[in-house]
Antibody, heavy 117, light 110 residues
Framework: QVQLVQSGAEVKKPGASVKVSCKAS????????ISWVRQAPGQGLEWMGW????????NYAQKLQGRVTMTTDTSTSTAYMELRSLRSDDTAVYYC??????????WGQGTLVTVSS | QSALTQPASVSGSPGQSITISCTGT?????????VSWYQQHPGKAPKLMIY???KRPSGVSNRFSGSKSGNTASLTISGLQAEDEADYYC??????????FGGGTQLTVL
């Protein structure tokens, strides 16, 4: 069965970087893209960007351009999302999701990133 | 890109039907028939309920249906059940490989 398993919770100081992993199994990793979606405490979902697991092409939400980098390692079927220059309003649960180009059908369990001094 | 507009909350009694609206613009909802809907229970990851405006993934109850008119998409849940109580989010393709979510709607089953 399709599974996306994410890395554990992180606590970071303002200005630091965080890298979250998302290991896929149960399907051909390179046949689908991965989108990253975040959810601040008590808030709604925010699409962050997408990466093609086939060729590494990316597309990021405009508000995160310059601070976010998404990568994949096809040898381990793992996607990564790195966010730099962290601020308190980056505190959120970060999700990876399998991207069908028009929707997201399988989601990881979420990774809580807390930014606090 | 502004978030799609959803009502903050809706409620209904068991067995009733409810509809959640999702209003966007001619640049997202109005331009593409690519609206999806997600159900999220507290502390859980979102679950895909509707894709391409009105299609249901395998395993999703046919009590859930989607539609669109102009810049507004809608999710209808018929025969409300207690387990339907959750937050619901719409999401639309917005061109250039980007997506935008709605602010979310909290459904209460009375």
């Amino acid at each position: 069965q399709v599974q996306l398993v994410q890395s554990g919770a992180e606590v970071k100081k303002p200005g630091a970087s965080v890298k979250v992993s998302c290991k896929a199994s149960g399907y051909t990793f390179t046949s689908y893209g991965i989108s990253w979606v975040r959810q601040a405490p008590g808030q709604g979902l925010e699409w962050m960007g997408w990466i093609s697991a086939y060729n590494g092409n990316t597309n990021y939400a405009q508000k995160l351009q310059g601070r976010v980098t998404m990568t994949t390692d096809t040898s381990t079927s793992t996607a990564y999302m790195e966010l730099r220059s962290l601020r308190s309003d980056d505190t959120a649960v970060y999700y990876c999701a399998r991207d069908l180009k028009d929707s997201f059908d399988y989601w990881g369990q979420g990774t809580l990133v807390t930014v606090s001094s | 890109q502004s978030a799609l507009t959803q009502p903050a909350s809706v409620s209904g009694s068991p067995g009733q039907s409810i509809t959640i609206s999702c209003t966007g613009t001619s640049s997202d909802v109005g331009s593409y028939n690519l609206v999806s809907w997600y159900q999220q229970h507290p502390g859980k990851a979102p679950k895909l309920m509707i894709y391409e405006g009105s299609k249901r993934p395998s395993g999703v109850s046919n009590r859930f249906s989607g539609s669109k008119s102009g810049n507004t998409a809608s999710l209808t849940i018929s025969g409300l059940q207690a387990e339907d109580e959750a937050d619901y989010y719409c999401c639309s393709y917005a061109g250039s490989s980007t997506f935008v979510f709605g602010g979310g709607t909290q459904l209460t089953v009375l």
